[in-house]
């Protein structure tokens, strides 16, 4: 189990290398006897609390992974860019030219500070993990905990290509923003799409709520009609 959990550390490197590579331009055994029914209930506590472990540390180390990549291609992801402009002497390029600069310094100042309280906590995970693993190998049911073990890894596995799959769609849309000078400006066609969409929205909405009241009157009307009738 051990010798599997190193593999995917080392093979995850690999992995992050080809999710960027297009868009990047630039203990003692206690159980000899066999393991009781409640020993047997407590190894599925284990690896649900070993699963829920690795998949924190897959997340954190992902997104180490990921923002070390937009510094190192020199982008800012959208969520962290600072669009802040001075309120005078807004016309001179030079001073644009600067001021954006430094935005884009303070945006990698922030990734920086997100790298390096993430990376602490993943080594706490790390611990953690160890310290489970440990428990996990001391159960003498072995068939059992490769059993789990194999389930657990093909469901992190699934869960990673996932977290790839997003990362690499994100990573492209930021690359896409700089080649074609939106890095600013793509929030823009956000809101408008948005807006539009809120519109269309209420139009519904609108247009749900008059026919439902078209057909309220209209009942309203043959019921009035047939209480004139009977008399």
Wanted: with cysteine.
């Amino acid at each position: 189990m051990a010798n599997k959990t190193t593999n995917v550390y080392e093979n995850r490197k690999l992995r992050a290398e080809l999710a960027f590579a297009k868009f990047t331009n630039n203990g003692n055994d206690q159980s000899t006897r066999g393991d009781s029914p409640a020993a047997s209930t407590d190894i599925y506590g284990a690896f649900k609390e070993l699963e829920k472990l690795k998949k924190k540390e897959l997340s954190k180390w992902w997104e180490c992974e990921s923002l070390n990549k937009y510094l190192e291609v020199d982008r800012v992801p959208r969520g962290l860019r600072i669009f802040i402009m001075p309120n005078y002497d807004d016309s001179n390029p030079d001073l644009l030219k600067e001021w954006a600069a430094h935005n884009a310094a303070s945006s990698a100042g922030m990734m920086r500070i997100l790298i390096k309280y993430a990376e602490i906590e993943r080594e706490t995970v790390i611990e953690q993990i160890n310290s489970v693993t440990k428990r996990i190998e001391a159960f003498s049911d072995k068939k059992l905990v490769e059993s789990l073990s194999n389930a657990m890894e093909e469901r992190l596995s699934k869960i990673e290509e996932e977290i790839i799959s997003k990362k690499s769609r994100k990573f492209n849309r930021n690359a896409f923003d700089y080649e074609t000078g939106q890095i600013y400006t793509f929030a823009r066609k956000f809101d408008y799409w948005r807006q539009l969409k809120v519109k269309e929205s209420a139009s519904q909405i609108q247009s749900t709520a008059q026919r439902t009241s078209n057909v309220g009157m209209s009942e309203s009307s043959d019921t009035d009609f047939e209480e004139t009738s009977r008399t």
